[in-house]
């Protein structure tokens, strides 16, 4: 994650502000910082670490296509009464540990560095696959795929603070961040597909057995062509580095200090900033709800609509989640004409320095949200209607499956557009922000699908998707208003 204001007096620090500035602005005209990298390595950075995100991904719902072996190989049962079905807590397991772990584990990688933390915690996620794939009993399944997802979420979210080293400027770091946001939503939504193709074959444990075999070729990719992105790492023998930033022996003797406040600031910040400030809790509560609907979609579709309605196997129910990805590709097609208009501007003033450009073109962090409201009301709320009201055995099983599609639509826009309008609405405390806006996407990705079967047997297929639908266009409101009311809606800091 990029890190935080400097300055802020909760963070322990080196030098003063001025003279970080004057570091800053020194070395990033040095070769070898990765501002001044060719566009070409960046990019193959960039796309390796969004391919191991989207892959990542995958193993956190490609397990619920095959809810039914799994119960039955291990005794377990989704029916008992009172009780939440059993089938889908490796997945709560996996989210739960995704939600945490990140917040722990980014700041501290920020100062080790971001290349030997990344490949040890892949191969430790490797590790952590062959349990799955192996367990014996269903307790070992959650525990290990519990260690998984805290591992996977730090390679899913780490990829925003490589964007920040080594984009310059929002202008370069606008389409990065779009690729990732769709490798992070198009892995867990491609994720039941995988699942639902391999045990149209095979055991549920080839679904492990193959995504090992995914990771370990990609492994060897990864340790080849990712490098170190952190300036601080990059330039840590550098004298320059040492002189203009004031790094001398007293830093050793405040390392202690420095990680513990570290770690209670990139714990306590993001809740703090989710229960004080209303703007970041209006857009985590919309980009949460939209997330949780990728895994909520698994449980519903998977589970629920297309096997009862219309009488597809689990696997071919799985399988039919394809239209989730159908959608957010649309979504991210929608998502790079927006980047274009809020960028427009800012082309007319290319005599300027980035930052004056900025100003000159009047950039306001609220000119990333018209592609939530699109997305929340049109893709969701309406896709949502549409599933629910077409979830009837009268009616072809494409009709529900479009709706699916204007669903996986609407997360794609609602997901990006949050992430982009915190960053910028927040800028002093950007990574804190995301940190908190990401924690509450996975505890919803975590939590909210348990209700789904209970949901769905009480109020019917058609009550429980409208519901979701009400409450997506209540949450469709949040970006319209806060477009309406600017940055009013901001508390003056």
């Given at each position: 994650?990029p890190?935080?204001?400097p300055?802020?007096?909760?963070?322990?620090?080196?030098?003063?502000?001025?003279?970080?500035?004057?570091?800053?602005?020194?070395?990033?005209?040095?070769?070898?910082?990765p501002?001044?990298?060719?566009?070409?390595?960046?990019?193959?950075?960039?796309?390796?670490?969004?391919?191991?995100?989207?892959?990542?991904?995958?193993?956190?719902?490609?397990?619920?296509?095959?809810?039914?072996?799994?119960?039955?190989?291990?005794?377990?049962?989704?029916?008992?009464?009172?009780?939440?079905?059993?089938?889908?807590?490796?997945?709560?397991?996996?989210?739960?540990?995704?939600?945490?772990?990140?917040?722990?584990?980014?700041?501290?990688?920020?100062?080790?560095?971001?290349?030997?933390?990344?490949?040890?915690?892949?191969?430790?996620?490797?590790?952590?696959?062959?349990?799955?794939?192996?367990?014996?009993?269903?307790?070992?399944l959650?525990?290990?795929?519990?260690?998984?997802?805290?591992?996977?979420?730090?390679?899913?979210?780490?990829?925003?603070?490589?964007?920040?080293?080594?984009?310059?400027?929002?202008?370069?770091?606008?389409?990065?961040?779009?690729?990732?946001?769709?490798?992070?939503?198009?892995?867990?939504s491609?994720?039941?597909?995988?699942?639902?193709a391999?045990?149209?074959?095979?055991s549920?444990?080839?679904?492990?057995?193959?995504?090992?075999?995914?990771?370990?070729?990609?492994?060897?990719?990864?340790?080849?062509?990712?490098?170190?992105?952190?300036?601080?790492?990059?330039?840590?023998?550098?004298?320059?580095?040492?002189?203009?930033?004031?790094?001398?022996?007293?830093?050793?003797?405040?390392?202690?200090?420095?990680?513990?406040?570290?770690?209670?600031?990139?714990?306590?910040?993001?809740?703090?900033?989710?229960?004080?400030?209303?703007?970041?809790?209006?857009?985590?509560?919309?980009s949460?709800?939209?997330?949780?609907?990728?895994?909520?979609?698994?449980?519903?579709?998977?589970?629920?609509?297309?096997?009862?309605?219309?009488?597809?196997s689990?696997?071919?129910?799985?399988?039919?989640?394809?239209?989730l990805?159908?959608?957010?590709?649309?979504?991210?097609?929608?998502?790079?004409?927006?980047?274009?208009l809020?960028l427009?501007?800012?082309?007319?003033?290319?005599?300027?320095?980035?930052?004056?450009?900025?100003?000159?073109?009047?950039?306001?962090?609220?000119?990333?949200?018209?592609?939530?409201?699109?997305?929340?009301?049109?893709?969701?709320?309406?896709?949502?209607?549409?599933?629910?009201?077409?979830?009837?055995?009268?009616?072809?099983?494409?009709?529900?499956?479009?709706?699916?599609?204007?669903v996986?639509?609407?997360?794609?826009?609602?997901?990006?557009?949050?992430?982009?309008?915190?960053?910028?609405?927040?800028?002093?405390?950007?990574?804190?922000?995301?940190?908190?806006?990401?924690?509450?996407?996975?505890?919803?990705?975590?939590?909210?699908?348990?209700?789904?079967?209970k949901?769905?047997?009480?109020?019917?297929?058609?009550?429980?998707?409208?519901?979701?639908?009400?409450?997506?266009?209540?949450?469709?409101?949040?970006?319209?208003?806060?477009?309406?009311?600017?940055?009013?809606?901001?508390?003056?800091?």
């Amino acid at each position: 994650m990029p890190s935080d204001d400097p300055g802020d007096s909760t963070t322990p620090t080196i030098a003063t502000t001025t003279t970080k500035a004057h570091a800053s602005s020194s070395l990033e005209d040095d070769p070898r910082h990765p501002y001044q990298w060719s566009n070409a390595r960046k990019w193959r950075i960039t796309l390796i670490a969004c391919l191991v995100c989207f892959v990542v991904g995958i193993n956190s719902t490609a397990i619920t296509a095959a809810a039914e072996p799994i119960n039955n190989d291990f005794g377990e049962s989704d029916d008992n009464p009172g009780m939440l079905p059993v089938s889908f807590w490796p997945v709560t397991a996996w989210n739960a540990g995704a939600a945490i772990c990140p917040m722990v584990a980014l700041p501290l990688m920020e100062d080790v560095g971001v290349y030997k933390s990344y490949i040890f915690i892949y191969v430790l996620f490797i590790i952590f696959v062959i349990p799955q794939a192996v367990a014996n009993s269903f307790a070992t399944l959650v525990v290990t795929r519990a260690i998984a997802g805290s591992l996977g979420g730090v390679l899913q979210n780490v990829i925003d603070g490589i964007a920040a080293d080594v984009w310059e400027g929002e202008e370069k770091r606008l389409l990065p961040l779009t690729l990732y946001v769709f490798s992070l939503v198009g892995g867990v939504s491609f994720g039941p597909v995988f699942g639902g193709a391999v045990i149209s074959h095979l055991s549920w444990r080839w679904i492990f057995y193959i995504q090992l075999i995914i990771y370990g070729l990609l492994l060897p990719i990864a340790i080849l062509l990712l490098e170190e992105t952190r300036p601080n790492i990059i330039f840590k023998h550098s004298n320059q580095y040492r002189v203009e930033t004031h790094s001398n022996s007293d830093e050793n003797s405040t390392k202690n200090v420095k990680v513990i406040n570290l770690l209670t600031t990139s714990l306590l910040r993001p809740l703090k900033l989710l229960t004080t400030e209303p703007v970041i809790a209006s857009m985590t509560l919309l980009s949460s709800f939209a997330f949780g609907l990728v895994f909520l979609a698994t449980q519903s579709a998977g589970a629920v609509v297309f096997p009862d309605v219309f009488a597809f196997s689990a696997a071919n129910a799985s399988i039919v989640q394809i239209a989730l990805i159908i959608g957010e590709t649309f979504g991210l097609l929608a998502c790079l004409v927006q980047n274009k208009l809020y960028l427009r501007p800012l082309h007319k003033h290319k005599h300027t320095t980035t930052e004056e450009a900025s100003e000159e073109a009047n950039l306001i962090p609220e000119q990333h949200l018209p592609i939530a409201v699109l997305g929340a009301f049109l893709g969701i709320s309406i896709g949502l209607f549409i599933y629910g009201s077409c979830s009837l055995a009268s009616l072809p099983w494409i009709a529900p499956a479009i709706g699916l599609a204007l669903v996986g639509f609407g997360i794609m826009c609602v997901v990006q557009a949050a992430s982009l309008y915190v960053t910028d609405a927040f800028p002093t405390v950007a990574s804190s922000a995301i940190a908190g806006v990401a924690f509450g996407e996975n505890l919803f990705a975590a939590f909210l699908p348990l209700a789904t079967d209970k949901m769905y047997a009480v109020l019917g297929n058609v009550g429980a998707s409208c519901l979701l639908g009400g409450c997506g266009v209540v949450l469709s409101c949040f970006p319209a208003i806060l477009i309406w009311r600017r940055s009013r809606a901001r508390r003056k800091r």
